[in-house]
RNA sequence: GUCCCGUUCGUCUAGCGGCCUAGGACACCGCCCUUUCACGGCGGCGACACGGGUUCGAUUCCCGUACGGGACGCCA
């Protein structure tokens, strides 16, 4: 049997970093197997589906580098199927209809509701198999029906049994039916609803292993419930934990902002295979406990077995700007950015550089050797790709900013310094050939010359040059910037005013 | 409210009865390296939610409690 998974997620909005998880653990899965992944955009709620939600889902699977197998189905293409697949129960009696007047509920208090109405129908003891149409002949209901009545289409739930699965993750699972509701499978207006297209979905695409978030753990009741109405072959189940907010609330755009959203770590400087391997080591880990993995290692290593049952937060501080992700990720993705081949990184840089300003043609031309040896030299202290632009600007531009507390350190302190670096300039004018290693013996020697430290002006020179008190070797930057550029930033008046 | 799920360092996790004085990673702290900051090296801080069982032996198995999460819609 070829394992065919798939991926489905609903276009409402920017690619959820828990989303993204499910999309890679599917994707892992599916290759590590030598099976199919697909992609189903489950765009039935026309009202919040948005086709810019499905470019950025598309877009999202790609940076990741999850490429899908066959061709991208659309849900709501579907529905005519849905519908006729309802209509087919309802003809062979496992589902009815429902001809009880729809119950408008506001959007944003049905959760509220939900739980209120089930307090409610505790209390009163209720039970869920109480519907008066659900035993309404046949006849009937085809006149009603035929009338124009309007009415939803409900599964009809067996009074007794119950329903069993083993979660490949969770373990066995089992659910009284007496705790199912008569779900409602067609709105009535028509609308074929959730359950019932994923499973429909799911059938008609072959699918052998739902993977997806633990959210959905309980619905898989209903699900089998529904595959066996209609005849089907129940799939294998792996639910995934949660991935939490600090607060161990669910993870939410409303609450928690851009953090969640995967394009803002593409924005924001992110190395895709930095943030693929950490999300793959949220929630499930290697036999070998190695944590740097590359994709085709993530596909070696990876079981489902190997994925955990507890929920994992999501650790960033809101308020901390240094911090604005989790901190493992962080590292991770600056782990990448100074150990990945330089030659990989190149582009990335290339693109955040355009994207300020700051590229020219001939870094990747004539002077491609230097920009590989500036980038390779820089990289080494850098988190995300932001900061070839920000920190890294001096290296690629005469117009950059010093740090108050940078100049204050490293220049004003030392009054004489002026004077200083401007004689450092005149001798760098005169070495020959002028590198590294010359650079430093002239440096030292001017040290030893006017009597002060080479630390004095090392570190002074590092703030004229790049107008941070941190950064690579001083030397190693005169030779990047060369000469004639080293010697005019040593004589800039502009930190000095 | 009902049902389901979970609980190992601050965070991600290893552990599937003795190898555990509980291992790794991130973060934090210290030392070394060093012209700075990083990197790197070395070291430190730091956890089995609680209570009962079962067992010669429980982090590991069972039960209960607490806490947390999820689901319960004519949303997906």
Do not use: C
């Not at 991935?243 to 851009?258: C, F, T, Y």
């Not at 001017?446 to 107008?467: C, H, K, S, W, Y």
């Amino acid at each position: 049997m070829t394992v065919r998974v798939r991926f489905a997620p609903s276009p409402t909005g920017y690619l959820h970093i828990g989303a993204a998880r499910s999309a890679l653990f599917n994707w892992l899965y599916a290759r590590k197997t030598g099976g199919k992944f697909l992609l189903r955009i489950e765009d039935t709620d026309l009202q919040r589906s948005t086709d810019e939600s499905t470019r950025s889902i598309i877009e999202g699977l790609e940076w990741l580098g999850l490429d899908y197998d066959e061709e991208l189905v659309f849900q709501s293409a579907n529905a005519p199927e849905h519908r006729a697949a309802a209509q087919r129960l309802v003809d062979e009696g496992t589902a009815y209809r429902d001809f009880t007047p729809k119950e408008e509920r506001d959007d944003k208090s049905v959760k509220e509701g939900i739980a209120k109405r089930a307090r409610a129908q505790a209390a009163e003891g209720v039970d869920h198999r109480s519907n008066p149409y659900r035993d309404l002949p046949k006849k009937e209901s085809d006149a009603r029906a035929a009338a124009g009545e309007p009415f939803a289409i409900r599964l009809k739930v067996p009074v007794e049994g119950q329903t069993r699965f083993e979660d490949i993750v969770y373990g066995p699972q089992e659910r009284n039916y007496s705790e199912i509701e008569d779900l409602v499978l067609l709105r009535s207006d028509g609308h074929p609803l959730y359950n019932l297209s994923v499973v429909i979905d799911d059938i008609e695409m072959e699918i052998t292993h739902v993977i997806r978030g633990q959210d959905h753990l309980t619905n898989t009741h209903k699900q089998i419930l529904l595959y066996e109405a209609l005849g089907a072959e129940v799939p294998r189940f792996a639910h995934l934990p949660l991935i939490l907010a600090p607060n161990k609330n669910k993870l939410s755009k409303r609450k928690h902002g851009e953090v969640v959203s995967l394009t803002t770590y593409r924005d924001r400087g992110f190395v895709p295979a930095a943030f693929r391997n950490f999300l793959a080591l949220l929630g499930w880990s290697p036999p070998e406990g190695k944590e740097i993995l590359s994709k085709e290692e993530l596909v070696e290593y990876f079981s489902l077995e190997g994925i955990g049952r507890a929920n994992a937060i999501f650790n960033f501080q809101e308020n901390d700007p240094r911090r604005w992700t989790d901190d493992k990720a962080l590292w991770m993705n600056a782990e990448y950015i100074r150990t990945m081949p330089v030659q990989e990184l190149l582009p990335m840089v290339k693109a955040e550089l355009r994207a300020n300003k700051l590229w020219r043609e001939e870094y990747e031309d004539d002077d491609r050797e230097w920009f590989t040896k500036t980038v390779d030299m820089i990289r080494q202290r850098f988190f995300t790709l932001k900061d070839f632009s920000a920190q890294g600007r001096a290296y690629f531009s005469d117009d950059f900013d010093f740090e108050e507390a940078a100049v204050n350190k490293n220049l004003r302190n030392e009054p004489r310094l002026r004077e200083l670096l401007n004689g450092l300039a005149d001798k760098l004018e005169t070495v020959e050939p002028f590198n590294a290693e010359t650079s430093e013996a002239a440096l030292r020697a001017f040290a030893d010359e006017t009597g002060v430290t080479a630390g004095l002006l090392i570190n002074g020179a590092r703030t004229m040059l790049t107008g941070t008190a941190v950064g690579p070797s001083m030397f190693e930057i005169f030779d990047i910037l060369g000469r004639e550029t080293s010697v005019e930033r040593l004589r800039s008046g502009i930190p000095w005013s």
